[in-house]
């Protein structure tokens, strides 16, 4: 089946401790994205990434890190979590952009204490 | 820049209304632009799309017609169901690599 896998469902952390939320797609997709979801705020995009060793960055990039080293990997790393990173966050990947149909993730509800 | 306006929620209508959400955008160029809705506990699903002014993107009973001229993609549906009670997304994506969401419509549609 077809699908982004993101992984974990929920995580509570402690701010500080480094986390790690990883994003798998299984459809040789080219680009791949992460948003987080606030209330109010709709989707925000963090960062993208349009192929392997390819990242930039998206409107909301403080805080966090990616990497794409494979091509159906792309993980979001958050060095040094803080409670304003508290928030749902979506990996999404398409074919190519741009005009291309994006498939989302399940989501990611991410709480900093 | 770019962004999205996007009609405050929440929505309520009753089964069989007529729904529009509105959408408009701000971009250069020549953008294409998204419906995307979100049911409880999922990531989000492409609803229809359209890609260039006056294209009419539809499905499952949702249509939205691309206008240039007032720089919007309101969402319409003659006679919903409550199936249809969801978070609804419009989104742009301008000339380049980004997608830009608008805040979300809440609809829920009560029997």
């Known amino acids: 089946e077809a699908q982004v896998t993101q992984n974990p469902r929920y995580l509570i952390t402690v701010t500080g401790k480094k986390l790690t939320v990883t994003c798998s797609q299984n459809?040789?997709?080219?680009?791949m994205s992460w948003y987080r979801q606030d209330p109010g705020l709709g989707l925000r995009q963090i960062y993208y990434s349009m192929n392997v060793e390819v990242t930039d960055k998206g409107d909301v990039p403080e805080g966090y890190k990616v990497s794409r080293k494979e091509k159906r990997n792309f993980p979001l790393i958050l060095e040094s979590p803080s409670p304003n990173q508290t928030s749902l966050y979506f990996c999404a990947s398409s074919l190519s952009a741009p005009n291309e149909k994006l498939f989302f993730g399940s989501g990611t509800q991410l709480s900093v204490l | 820049g770019d962004s999205v306006t996007q009609m405050e929620g929440p929505v309520t209508l009753s089964e069989e209304a007529f729904l529009t959400i509105n959408c408009t955008y701000t971009a250069t160029g020549y953008p294409s632009l998204f419906w995307y809705v979100q049911y409880p506990g999922e990531g989000l699903q492409l609803l229809l799309k359209?890609?260039?002014?006056?294209d009419k993107g539809s499905n499952k009973g949702f249509e939205a017609t691309y206008r240039k001229e007032t720089t919007s993609f309101h969402l319409e549906k003659g006679s919903v169901q409550v199936s249809d009670s969801a978070v609804y997304f419009c989104?742009?994506?301008?000339?380049?690599?980004?997608?830009?969401f608008g805040t979300g419509t809440s609809l829920t549609v009560i029997p």
């Open positions: 459809m040789n997709h080219e680009y």
């Open positions: 989104a742009l994506q301008p000339t380049g690599n980004q997608f830009y």
């Open positions: 359209a890609t260039k002014a006056d």
